[in-house]
């Protein structure tokens, strides 16, 4: 038989025979009070219990909420949402298991598509070895090893020295601009060669090679410039290039400014071909026809050129390498080409070869322009290759430019130092006009008008709003005035008339009660009119010309003289004026009356009613508390107040009243027109 441990058999307890169901726990809560020595020992329970959600307990593996938590005793495995641990610890679910206090959070899990571990809160991740941080990846997804604040994708750092060692077949860095990587016009190695040809044809084992795709080309250079571009078709070098040893030159060699050791050669000799491909030095030959000038030619000199075939005309290249073409004895050596020729035109000549008709001229006239001009039907283009935003063409005007067309094809006009938004910043100080290629306008003025649109000769529409090609608005003129409106629906502002009215757009027609202000779910909100409002028609009877709205106070007078009363806080009244017809509401009621004498009046009405015939009309709602209450008023023909009168007839005075407090209680209403 069960022997209960706790005060209370009635509660069921908690029983001793190493059983515990929900029946025998009324509350759900085993609390110290149930159990006398407040202790559960192994002698009251058995060493193993399964708790699960219907209340059974068993002796065995301990096991909560079915697979909340499970100890495998057996096997000395721990299951959390499992059952079945493989492992000492075995976490079952698609959350993960997430660690951390209030500064920070880490995750680990495995949802079935990928395995995730790192900070789940906006923190970096470190991977440690000896309690020590060997690499990091902060919050902007950068790697760094050997340092804990990597500046970007990837940043190696050691104090003794940083290597990354590739050990494989062919080793390499790809660099790609797609996703994949496996489009050869979309990147680059830099490797190390182990087999013969890799990255490369003619590449052999040991090679370090450089290599990109077949069209783009590979620099070398400082930040101020490439030195060396290597391209499919060969090697640009710029600058000076030293030859210790033999240059075997494949296809051709170009060179700008080549020098031999000034002891090669001797003063008046010149460098020439031998026809074989081998440039020697030879004292220059003079004669009729002769191209070469011998007179002057000399290392580190001058080389004068005499013009083919237009006599008198000459082109000198000098020490600095500045060319003169033209009529003057030398360039001038702050240009590096200077052209200067006789008569009314200076001109450069382009064409193409062999067709005279197709040509362009950059002249510089002796009249009022220079000119840059082109024939045979064809396109100027003038193209800056350069896709940043703050380069492109720019135009100058007395030392300031004055329009500019930016890398991306906005077009500045008079403040090209601006980008289009700031075009309209309220902080901007700019002047000018900008046109973005993507459609938006922007015009930025000093004190006068930013847009001026001028339709000549006939009324009709100035501007014309569109939506994917139709017509959706219009602002146009018409006899001197403003219309602004879509199809039949418009308004036209005339200041001939002070008015505003319908207008149809397309027909140029006003519209009269045809067109709505305002609709059921689109209603203005406030009405301000300093006139009238016509309701219904356009005559004076339909109009209303004032409206109001107030409060007021009711007060009882006497004919010959006002009792003193003291009101009760509740009394009041409103009233709403429309037109020249009044509606006051009131209420009314005393705490004390004292003295007065005559017939008693209703006043205190807002505004005078006396010259009307039959003055107000009151519709009394409700009476208590009167010492004798009155039935009906009649309007007093001589003041903006109104007689009482009993049901008899007779006319009501001061004794009417209640002396007592909480008296003469009424609620009214009055109508009136003033």
Not at 105 to 131: E, M, P, R, V, W
Request: charged share 10%.
């Amino acid at each position: 038989m069960a022997s209960y441990v706790g005060k209370t058999p009635a509660r069921q307890g908690i029983v001793a025979d190493n059983t515990i169901t929900s029946s025998q726990i009324v509350d759900n809560t085993i609390s110290t009070s149930d159990i006398l020595d407040s202790t559960i020992t192994g002698s009251d329970l058995a060493s193993n219990i399964v708790i699960n959600t219907t209340g059974s307990i068993t002796s065995g593996a301990l096991t909560v909420d079915t697979n909340t938590l499970h100890v495998d005793s057996t096997n000395n495995r721990v299951g959390i949402g499992t059952t079945t641990p493989t492992t000492a610890l075995e976490i079952y679910n698609a959350s993960g298991i997430k660690t951390g206090n209030v500064s920070g959070t880490g995750i680990f899990k495995a949802d079935g598509g990928s395995t995730q571990i790192g900070s789940f809160s906006n923190h970096k991740f470190y991977l440690l070895t000896n309690n020590t941080v060997r690499a990091a990846i902060d919050t902007s997804g950068n790697l760094g090893i050997g340092t804990t604040s990597p500046t970007q994708k990837l940043t190696v750092y050691s104090s003794s020295s940083a290597q990354i060692h590739l050990n494989t077949v062919n080793p390499a860095i790809r660099f790609s601009s797609d996703t994949a990587g496996n489009s050869n016009s979309t990147r680059a190695f830099i490797g190390y060669a182990t087999n013969n040809s890799a990255f490369m044809t003619g590449s052999t084992v040991g090679d370090l090679v450089i290599s990109s795709n077949s069209t783009d080309s590979i620099l070398l250079g400082t930040p101020s410039g490439k030195t060396v571009e290597v391209t499919g078709s060969g090697v640009d070098i710029t600058g000076d290039v030293g030859i210790c040893n033999n240059l075997t030159v494949a296809g051709a060699l170009t060179a700008c400014g080549l020098s031999y050791p000034t002891a090669d050669g001797t003063s008046g000799q010149v460098i020439q071909t031998d026809g074989a491909g081998n440039l020697t030095f030879a004292t220059a030959s003079g004669g009729g026809g002769d191209v070469v000038d011998d007179t002057t030619p000399q290392l580190g000199g001058n080389l004068d050129l005499n013009s083919f075939d237009i006599t008198g005309t000459n082109i000198c290249i000098d020490a600095s390498g500045c060319l003169g073409i033209g009529n003057q004895a030398a360039p001038t050596s702050s240009y590096n080409i200077d052209i200067a020729a006789s008569g009314t035109h200076g001109n450069i000549r382009l064409q193409r070869a062999n067709v005279s008709s197709q040509y362009m001229l950059i002249g510089v006239s002796d009249g009022s322009r220079h000119d840059i001009q082109v024939y045979g039907d064809k396109t100027l283009r003038i193209m800056n290759r350069a896709t940043t935003q703050d380069l492109g063409i720019e135009f100058w005007t007395n030392s300031t430019c004055k329009m500019k067309i930016d890398g991306l094809g906005n077009i500045y006009l008079g403040s090209p130092q601006y980008t289009p938004n700031n075009v309209i910043n309220s902080t901007n100080t700019c002047t000018g006009m900008v046109f973005e290629c993507g459609g938006y306008i922007g015009v930025s003025t000093n004190s006068e008008c930013a847009l001026i649109l001028n339709r000549r000769t006939s009324d009709g529409d100035i501007a014309q709003f569109r939506k994917d090609g139709t017509a959706v608005g219009s602002i146009g003129a018409i006899s001197g005035t403003l219309f602004i409106g879509t199809g039949d629906t418009g308004i036209r502002f005339n200041d001939g008339g002070d008015n505003i009215f319908a207008f149809d757009t397309s027909t140029s027609l006003t519209r009269d009660n045809a067109v709505d202000l305002g609709a059921s779910g689109g209603r203005w909100k406030d009405l301000y009119l300093g006139g009238g409002l016509y309701v219904g028609g356009t005559g004076s009877a339909n109009l209303l010309d004032d409206y109001e709205e107030g409060t007021w106070t009711p007060v009882y007078l006497g004919t010959s003289s006002s009792p003193t009363i003291t009101y009760d806080s509740s009394t009041h009244g409103v009233y709403n004026k429309v037109g020249n017809v009044v509606f006051a509401r009131g209420y009314i009621k005393t705490d004390s009356v004292s003295g007065g004498a005559g017939g008693l009046k209703l006043g205190g009405f807002p505004f005078f009613f006396t010259s009307q015939v039959g003055g107000a009309t009151v519709l009394i709602q409700s009476i208590f508390s009167w010492g004798t209450a009155p039935a009906f008023t009649v309007n007093d023909p001589i003041s903006d107040m109104v007689n009482f009168y009993d049901s008899s007839g007779n006319i009501l005075t001061i004794s009417a009243l209640a002396t007592g407090s909480n008296s003469n209680e009424m609620t009214f209403l009055a109508v009136y027109q003033i």
